[in-house]
């Protein structure tokens, strides 16, 4: 490892220049550890420790000092939310920029697979791979399914209930040398032998053969291939003698066993670093069996939090699951408040919260990290219980993702564009709008429009062309008028048909003015006098992991079991102060999420509740100094 790059890469005079030219505050004691660790380990990192900062700080003190011209760092992620804000901070110094480019690596461990594993296992077979992406892949096997040589297949999943998933969500996994076909349980409802089974691998090496792939499928196929040819382990970690895993705790059990495969046996550098009180989407009982489970026991510790101050670090502590955790807030001094609503004010917690926020932040900072609503689900399930969801609160709220048949495109427009502005998470509003577009042109034949990343860039083809017109929504649509809109629509739809290369059906174009648009949503037209100089973006806790926000709303939803209510259940840890993991997995799982939201502010955190659950709390709440205000009282 030290052979890559001179021995005094983290000399204590190099690391405090550094420090100096980046701006940053001076390192403590567990930061100095982990930046000058040049071996094997895990950092279990609490939100808002500086944990990207000190990545960056690492990188770029390893680029300064790398001396060889065929091996590299190999810096992962789970994300490219995560990715492009780790390659931002290195490409801001002259001697990070080297690692952009061969023989360093830095990308999400999706695209590390493809580029070193699965990729050239399937051209090795003489496949051009069109597409790996689940979307393209649901609308390509659907196509497919209406084939005749298919119909045993095909009558079999439309009686069954949400049958057609079996078919969508066929996926490649790896077992004794060979790609077996499984469906989304990984349990097929017939046998591989019957009639079904041999269609529906046929269906699935069909679409494989003309390239069109699911994304776990790359895993499975990766897999193979090592097993086929082992000599590309070494050649791999000689490659990449220093590897740096980002957000460990998203990495699936998969990902994780793949990671083991190339580099768990050789003489690669392999820091994990993340933190598992973030990991909202594995069970922790399954992830705990696993060898590789984040952090080890040996993990080092970064408790500080520069993001927020004592008081919400005390509740952070509180929620924190997976692993108990003392976070110390050192940043500025914040406030912890709880609304208690009814049936009749739930619509009034939004409105309190944003004048809240603009009576305790000081507006720069609110307007640089705008206020978010945050909830864990988006839409009213079949159960009575209430609230249940962020649609609740928010009339007219149209979940992320899901524009179609809830609104036309200029709405999606409206709620990207404000999205776009507010900074929260300028790709996620592009790509959210990107499939608003999509489904607002669908073609009628061919495989479908591929996915945001893969549009060409290019001014002179469709997808350039299409390029500019997205970002003119984002940038403008609110502002469009009828005839504004009309001209903008048009141009869309011209090269939307040269995009697809075919007919398209094109629904949800037209306009509707903003006054409309607001009473439609089951709300009244605000005068400009009364709206907040800041507004809040309302998502989901799941969407807003690793931003930072001035001040956090947390809604109070059903948890996913359908029987306890999250903020509820949270309050309540947090009032009896008993052990997090010895509550029910239901419970940590939904606590747990509220972990996430909770650690994003900086200043102000509230959290919403009903008042007949939240009440029996009021005096735990007042005695930790937390603001309480009953809405059902004014």
Same mark, same amino acid.
């Given at each position: 490892?030290?052979?890559?790059?001179?021995?005094?890469?983290?000399?204590?005079?190099?690391?405090?220049?550094?420090?100096?030219?980046?701006?940053?505050?001076?390192?403590?004691?567990?930061?100095?550890?982990?930046?000058?660790?040049?071996?094997?380990?895990?950092?279990?990192?609490?939100? @808002?420790?500086?944990?990207?900062?000190?990545?960056?700080?690492?990188?770029?003190?390893?680029?300064?000092?790398?001396?060889?011209?065929?091996?590299?760092?190999?810096?992962?992620?789970?994300?490219?939310?995560?990715?492009?804000?780790?390659?931002?901070?290195?490409?801001?110094?002259?001697?990070?920029?080297?690692?952009?480019?061969?023989?360093?690596?830095?990308?999400?461990?999706?695209?590390?697979?493809?580029?070193?594993?699965?990729?050239?296992?399937?051209?090795?077979?003489?496949?051009?791979?069109?597409?790996?992406? $689940?979307?393209?892949?649901?609308?390509?096997?659907? %196509?497919?399914?209406?084939?005749?040589?298919?119909?045993?297949?095909?009558?079999?999943?439309?009686?069954? %209930?949400?049958?057609?998933?079996?078919?969508?969500?066929?996926?490649?996994? #790896?077992?004794?040398?060979?790609?077996?076909?499984? !469906?989304?349980?990984?349990?097929?409802?017939?046998?591989?032998?019957?009639?079904?089974?041999?269609?529906?691998?046929?269906?699935?090496?069909?679409?494989?053969?003309?390239?069109?792939?699911?994304?776990?499928?790359?895993?499975?196929?990766?897999?193979?291939?090592?097993?086929?040819?082992?000599?590309?382990?070494?050649?791999?970690?000689?490659?990449?003698?220093?590897?740096?895993? $980002?957000?460990?705790?998203?990495?699936?059990?998969?990902?994780?066993?793949?990671?083991?495969?190339?580099?768990?046996?050789?003489?690669?550098?392999?820091?994990?670093?993340?933190?598992?009180?973030?990991?909202?989407?594995? $069970?922790?009982?399954?992830?705990?069996?696993?060898?590789?489970?984040?952090?080890?026991?040996?993990?080092?510790?970064?408790?500080?939090?520069? %993001?927020? @101050?004592?008081?919400?670090?005390?509740?952070?502590?509180?929620?924190?699951?997976?692993?108990?955790?003392?976070?110390?807030?050192?940043?500025?001094?914040?406030?912890?408040?709880?609304?208690?609503? $009814?049936?009749?004010?739930?619509?009034?917690?939004?409105?309190?919260?944003?004048?809240?926020?603009?009576?305790?932040?000081?507006?720069?900072?609110?307007?640089?990290?705008?206020?978010?609503?945050? @909830? =864990?689900?988006?839409?009213?399930?079949?159960?009575?219980?209430?609230?249940?969801?962020?649609?609740?609160?928010?009339?007219?709220?149209?979940?992320?993702?899901?524009?179609?048949?809830?609104? =036309?495109?200029?709405? =999606?427009?409206?709620?990207? !564009?404000?999205?776009?502005?507010?900074?929260?998470?300028? #790709?996620?509003?592009?790509?959210? +709008?990107?499939?608003?577009?999509?489904?607002?042109?669908?073609?009628?034949?061919? *495989?479908?429009?591929?996915?945001?990343?893969?549009?060409?860039?290019?001014?002179?083809?469709? !997808?350039?062309?299409?390029?500019?017109?997205?970002?003119? /929504?984002?940038?403008?649509?609110?502002?469009?008028?009828?005839?504004?809109?009309?001209?903008?629509?048009?141009? /869309?739809?011209?090269?939307?048909?040269?995009?697809?290369?075919?007919?398209? *059906?094109? &629904?949800?174009?037209?306009?509707?003015?903003?006054?409309?648009? &607001?009473?439609?949503?089951?709300?009244?037209?605000?005068?400009?006098?009364?709206?907040?100089?800041?507004?809040?973006?309302?998502?989901?806790?799941?969407?807003?992991?690793?931003?930072? #926000?001035?001040?956090? +709303?947390?809604?109070?939803?059903?948890?996913?079991?359908?029987?306890?209510?999250?903020?509820?259940?949270?309050?309540?840890?947090?009032? *009896? @102060?008993?052990?997090?993991?010895?509550?029910?997995?239901?419970?940590?799982?939904?606590?747990?999420?509220?972990?996430?939201?909770?650690?994003?502010?900086?200043?102000? /955190?509230?959290?919403?509740? #009903?008042?007949?659950?939240?009440?029996?709390?009021?005096?735990?709440?007042?005695?930790?100094?937390?603001?309480? %205000?009953?809405?059902?009282?004014?």
């Amino acid at each position: 490892m030290t052979s890559a790059y001179r021995d005094d890469a983290f000399a204590t005079h190099k690391v405090e220049a550094m420090v100096k030219l980046l701006g940053l505050d001076p390192l403590d004691a567990e930061q100095w550890d982990f930046l000058q660790s040049q071996t094997t380990q895990d950092l279990q990192a609490a939100p @808002g420790s500086g944990k990207t900062t000190l990545i960056g700080l690492k990188l770029a003190l390893m680029a300064d000092a790398w001396t060889s011209a065929t091996c590299g760092v190999c810096v992962l992620s789970h994300t490219n939310t995560a990715k492009n804000e780790i390659a931002d901070r290195v490409a801001s110094l002259t001697a990070g920029r080297s690692l952009l480019r061969y023989p360093h690596f830095i990308g999400t461990i999706q695209s590390f697979v493809h580029t070193f594993l699965a990729l050239p296992a399937v051209r090795a077979r003489g496949v051009d791979v069109r597409s790996v992406d $689940d979307a393209a892949f649901e609308t390509a096997a659907l %196509r497919l399914l209406r084939h005749p040589r298919y119909s045993t297949l095909r009558s079999r999943v439309e009686h069954q %209930r949400a049958g057609t998933g079996i078919v969508t969500q066929a996926t490649f996994s #790896h077992k004794n040398g060979e790609l077996l076909v499984t !469906g989304p349980t990984r349990e097929l409802p017939f046998r591989a032998d019957t009639t079904s089974g041999k269609q529906l691998s046929n269906l699935k090496r069909t679409l494989a053969r003309r390239g069109i792939f699911r994304y776990q499928d790359m895993y499975a196929i990766a897999q193979q291939y090592l097993a086929k040819h082992p000599g590309i382990v070494p050649a791999v970690s000689a490659r990449f003698p220093f590897v740096l895993l $980002d957000e460990t705790q998203d990495t699936s059990i998969t990902q994780h066993e793949l990671l083991d495969l190339v580099f768990a046996f050789s003489p690669t550098v392999v820091q994990r670093v993340g933190d598992t009180n973030q990991d909202i989407y594995s $069970d922790v009982s399954v992830v705990s069996r696993t060898a590789s489970a984040f952090p080890l026991a040996s993990a080092a510790e970064l408790p500080v939090s520069r %993001r927020f @101050g004592p008081q919400i670090a005390a509740v952070a502590s509180r929620l924190a699951v997976r692993r108990p955790q003392q976070v110390q807030g050192r940043g500025p001094d914040g406030q912890v408040a709880v609304l208690l609503f $009814d049936e009749t004010t739930v619509t009034d917690v939004v409105p309190t919260f944003e004048r809240m926020a603009a009576a305790t932040v000081p507006e720069d900072i609110l307007l640089t990290r705008p206020p978010r609503v945050l @909830g =864990a689900r988006q839409d009213r399930g079949s159960s009575a219980a209430y609230p249940q969801s962020i649609s609740c609160y928010v009339p007219g709220y149209t979940p992320a993702g899901r524009p179609t048949a809830r609104r =036309a495109l200029i709405d =999606a427009a409206r709620a990207a !564009g404000t999205q776009w502005r507010s900074g929260a998470d300028s #790709h996620q509003a592009t790509t959210e +709008l990107w499939n608003a577009i999509r489904s607002s042109f669908i073609p009628l034949t061919g *495989e479908g429009l591929p996915a945001l990343g893969r549009l060409e860039r290019s001014a002179a083809s469709p !997808g350039g062309r299409v390029r500019i017109l997205l970002r003119e /929504l984002l940038v403008h649509g609110d502002a469009l008028d009828e005839a504004g809109w009309g001209m903008l629509t048009e141009q /869309l739809t011209i090269e939307m048909k040269l995009l697809a290369d075919g007919p398209l *059906e094109v &629904v949800g174009l037209e306009f509707t003015p903003v006054v409309e648009a &607001v009473t439609a949503a089951g709300g009244a037209p605000t005068r400009p006098a009364a709206v907040p100089a800041v507004r809040a973006v309302p998502g989901t806790i799941q969407s807003a992991k690793g931003e930072t #926000h001035a001040a956090t +709303l947390i809604l109070e939803c059903l948890e996913k079991n359908g029987r306890k209510f999250d903020v509820t259940e949270a309050l309540r840890m947090v009032a *009896e @102060g008993g052990d997090p993991q010895r509550e029910l997995k239901s419970v940590q799982a939904a606590v747990q999420i509220i972990f996430v939201g909770a650690s994003r502010p900086t200043h102000l /955190l509230v959290l919403a509740a #009903h008042r007949d659950r939240g009440k029996p709390y009021a005096e735990a709440m007042i005695d930790a100094g937390w603001d309480l %205000r009953d809405l059902t009282k004014r």
